[in-house]
């Protein structure tokens, strides 16, 4: 099945603001609740979200093999599980109905009202019940720079990082959508030069810069997918904001890796950039040396060319852009990791995420999180207003954009937005 919606000179009828995210070769799907309060699946053009489920119903994918309450659901589960053939299909017709040359519905102004909506008329929810989720270590900058702060400047790589696309398996259930307010953890840290840990709130809570990709049933158990076919099992892409606390995070993590400093909070964007519609946005990874094992090698463009920001507002401040990365930093690509997940044989199932890992470049403005940015504190990052910031304040917004620009079109995420509230305090009685 082709797709034809790439196409940079293709127009809607629809008003697109410039520098819009969601130009009508972008064609996102998200989950959102409509001003009658009724929960359905949707695409955006411009600032316009579109009602995919009132679309069915009025038959405007008759031609399409669809279950008749395929939109008509809270979670974009079952679509994604349709597979790659349907994603196509639905985005050709989504592209073909708003084409400004169409008619069918730019003529038509009673359907209009069923089918569009104003952002400010909806509410965006989770776009998908996430079953398992996975978060990798893939960026070589982020895991250089870590190993250089918590273990040994001389050899900040483990000897296993250049083989296998490090990861672990994190928790579903703490990951929310954008706008969502996170709370500062409590926890176990361990004070300088103490051998005995102490309890209270978290005094180091970091953003990480990431990127997920969501999958839809890829395998049986057992059954290996290779890295020639590994992508079409991607559905999409979301900008990710993995919360940390870092002084928890240290004392915990030896020996099986990250549990509590990162499963309180993971903020994620609201709406599903498909990988078809980062095609044209293909770029070469880093170079890989040593050569992986065999069952990682592949040809071809695997990487995207994604602008990726981060901006910290305080209360009652501006924003300050704090860092400039590119998911193109990644060492490891999403097929890689996809491939290395189900060597051993495990499941994937529609609708889990995997995060990429922090994403870092080579220099310091590049660098996704607070640790790195201050290097463990020791560099303070000074907003518009004049305050530092060496990690995130209590009632600190953090908000991260990633998008897409080539040949006059830009694709891109919107933002994954949340602000850190104090910690909580159970009432007195
Ligand atoms: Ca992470």
Not at 53 to 63: E, I, R, S, T
Not at 65 to 85: R, V
Not at 309 to 316: C, M, R
Not at 345 to 365: E, F, Y
Request: hydrophobic share 35%; charged share 20%.
């Amino acid at each position: 099945m082709p797709f034809k919606t790439n196409d940079p000179s293709k127009k809607t009828w629809l008003s697109v603001p410039e520098n819009s995210d969601f130009p009508i070769q972008n064609i996102p799907f998200g989950v959102f609740l409509t001003r009658d309060d009724i929960i359905t699946i949707g695409t955006r053009i411009g600032d316009k979200a579109i009602d995919l489920g009132a679309l069915h119903q009025l038959g405007y994918f008759n031609d399409i093999p669809l279950t008749e309450d395929i939109f008509l659901q809270d979670t974009l589960n079952d679509f994604i599980s349709d597979g790659k053939k349907t994603w196509r299909l639905v985005r050709n017709r989504i592209s073909e109905i708003f084409d400004q040359n169409n008619p069918e519905l730019r003529d038509n102004e009673g359907h209009q009202k069923v089918v569009l909506f104003g952002m400010d008329e909806i509410e965006m929810q989770l776009p998908v019940q996430i079953g398992d989720y996975t978060d990798f270590y893939s960026s070589k900058e982020h895991a250089t720079n870590v190993g250089m702060m918590f273990r040994d400047p001389e050899n900040a790589l483990l000897p296993n990082w250049l083989h296998i696309p490090v990861g672990y398996h994190g928790r579903s259930s703490t990951i929310i959508p954008s706008g969502t307010p996170v709370r500062r953890p409590k926890g176990q840290t361990i004070p300088k030069d103490s051998k005995q840990p102490i309890f209270g709130p978290s005094r180091l809570v970091d953003f990480e810069l990431e990127m997920a990709f969501i999958t839809t049933d890829a395998n049986v158990l057992g059954e290996p997918i290779s890295i020639e076919t590994a992508e079409d099992y991607i559905f999409g892409l979301v900008l990710f904001n993995d919360w940390s606390a870092r002084d928890i995070q240290k004392w915990e993590y030896v020996p099986l890796g990250p549990f509590l400093a990162k499963s309180f909070a993971s903020s994620i964007s609201a709406w599903i950039v498909t990988l078809d519609a980062l095609e044209p946005f293909r770029v070469d990874s880093p170079v890989q040396e040593p050569e992986p094992l065999p069952y990682l090698q592949y040809t071809g463009k695997k990487s995207f060319d994604i602008a990726l920001e981060v901006a910290i507002t305080p209360e009652n401040g501006t924003a300050t852009t704090v860092c400039t990365s590119n998911f193109k930093y990644m060492y490891w690509t999403m097929a890689q990791q996809l491939t290395h997940h189900t060597i051993n044989g495990c499941k994937v199932n529609s609708g889990d995420m995997m995060g990429s890992g922090t994403i870092s470049g080579k220099t310091p403005n590049s660098y996704g999180s607070m640790l790195e940015l201050s290097w463990q504190g020791t560099k303070p990052v000074t907003l518009n207003n004049g305050e530092t910031r060496t990690f995130i304040q209590d009632n600190d917004t953090v908000t991260m954009y990633g998008f897409c620009e080539k040949d006059g079109v830009r694709i891109g995420f919107g933002e994954v937005s949340s602000k850190l509230l104090p910690v909580f305090e159970p009432k007195k009685k």
